[in-house]
């Protein structure tokens, strides 16, 4: 006689899955159903990160803040496009501080006491940021206005930092929501490296110019494969957004915005484009990027934006031996892409950084494989718009020097959101009739997502450590320095936001 079989009551069957239950279901019933919900889910614990790490971080700790800092006083006060404005001592002095921590990796914040002042007289002051565009500064510099100290750096952080997590949330919702396979979320982790987190805790135009051309890359290329519907969609907000905010960032941005649609309509073919020429909607947001562009290059042209505190070659044969000099020292360059933090004299550890090069170099193999021929060109193309670029404008107009691996990273994610969204559906398709699919994709998923909290963690505990207690000193060696809040507090918030992001990186589980 068999054994009958036993059946579990419904009640205890759901139980197996108790975490998911518990912390997963509801945040993927946000994340995946919800637009607002989702992003303002996201945007939160974007916050958490960014905010954390902006009140932790000592006064002037980035590179070049400084200059931002006094650049953003100085155009709220009505002196942008200059070099040496006038400003209170009080906000002036924060060179100060930068010279106190910059390239001295074992000197810890308790320094920066010694340059606090009280006095508010009027100063002449320098800053290598003033010909920039002065839309940045000008919502950064309203922190100078509330306090207007060198203190108000955190107020100024924190204006930026909304402005980057509303583009970093609402894109990953977005993303959350509209793809078919978890490829091009779970690929996100590899935009947000321990680098793009940190310039978007310090004041730094760098971190908009990431967030926005992320959100420019994923909404275009959608905006491209809805191009015969007929309703403005959620995906035109965001591209007419973060495209004219992108434009106004940085004097590259109008070019990387180029390049990137270029790469886009290559993807999209032909049917798609003439699509796109006759569509109205695509006529408002092309006048929306022309108008916000036509002022943008107009600055730029006017003040040389391009040009500050870099030596620019003599003659073109200069410039083309300036891209040799860029090339010889690309692997600083991909180094500082993953991580090399405060004023590049805090590297991440390099095993991180080189997982990180595997790993892009993984998914754009698997990408290449399963896109289509004239998706294949386009995944080429952005490849080489992100490895060349950078090179070519260095060399040609800085001799080669002056280049930072976060100028490259707006590129980066343009190329990963490129190849991602690419095969999509490719990749959604094939796991119906492949299960090796189905499980390269859940592995993906997880793999992309540990490597994000693991690298995010790690990083931040070296940082952590190098202001608080010195580089070259042991781990558990006392602190020097302490920040405005509790360090207890702001990790916890940092690592709350981390396991948010984690977990949307995870995404629901894969199925045929």
Known sequence: MSTPAVVLPRRLRRSEGFLISMILRPLHAVLYRHAFGGSLL???????????????????????EAAHY???????????????????????????FATCIAFQPDVTAACQGAYATASSAQMLTQTNAGLYNPVFYAWTGVGT????????????????????????????????RNTRSRLPLASISLILTPM??????????????????FATAVSGFAVAESSGRRAWSEAHS???????????TRGLSPLFLAITASIVLIAAGRTR?????????????????????????????IHGTNYVGVVRPATLGDGITGISVFFSQYHNQVAQMY?????????????????????????????????PARQ???????????????????????????????????????????????????????????????????????????????GSVVVGILTAHRYLSGASAPLEAAWKWTPPLPPVLLALAFLTGVAVVTLTIIGRRTTR
Do not use: K
């Open 145 to 176: 206005l509330l306090v207007p100290t060198e203190y108000g750096l955190y107020i100024s952080r924190a204006l930026a930092a909304s402005v980057t997590a509303v583009f970093l949330a609402w894109t990953t919702s977005f993303l959350a």
């Open 42 to 64: 996201l945007f939160i614990a974007f916050m958490a990160i960014l905010l954390s790490g902006a009140v932790f971080l000592p006064v002037a700790s980035g590179a070049d």
């Open 339 to 371: 991580g090399t933090l405060g004023w590049l004299d805090l590297p991440s550890p390099q095993i991180l950084s080189a997982a990180w090069v595997f790993l892009l170099g993984a998914i754009l193999v698997a990408c290449f494989g399963f896109a």
């Open 376 to 454: 294949r060109i386009a995944i080429v193309v952005a490849f080489a718009a992100a490895a060349l670029t950078p090179g070519l404008l260095a060399g040609l107009q800085w001799s080669g020097g002056g280049w930072q691996g976060r100028y490259t990273l707006p590129l980066v994610a343009a190329l990963v959101v490129i190849g991602t969204l690419t095969v999509d559906t490719s990749i959604a398709h094939a796991r119906r009739g492949e299960p090796m699919i189905l499980q390269w994709e859940d592995g993906m998923r997880w793999l992309l997502a540990g490597f994000f909290a693991v």
């Open 273 to 301: 484009m003439r699509r796109l020429a006759v569509d109205r909607r695509s006529w408002i947001i092309a006048g929306s990027f022309a108008l916000t562009t036509a002022l943008s290059v107009i600055w730029v042209l």
């Open 238 to 248: 965001l591209l007419v957004a973060s495209g004219c905010v992108l434009i106004v």
């Open 70 to 96: 006094v650049y953003a006083a100085a155009v709220v006060r009505g002196q942008a496009g200059m070099l040496e404005p006038m400003l209170p001592a009080r906000l002036a002095n924060i060179h100060q």
């Open 196 to 213: 793009t987190l940190y310039v978007g805790m310090v004041l730094n135009p760098s971190a908009w110019e990431i967030a926005t051309l």
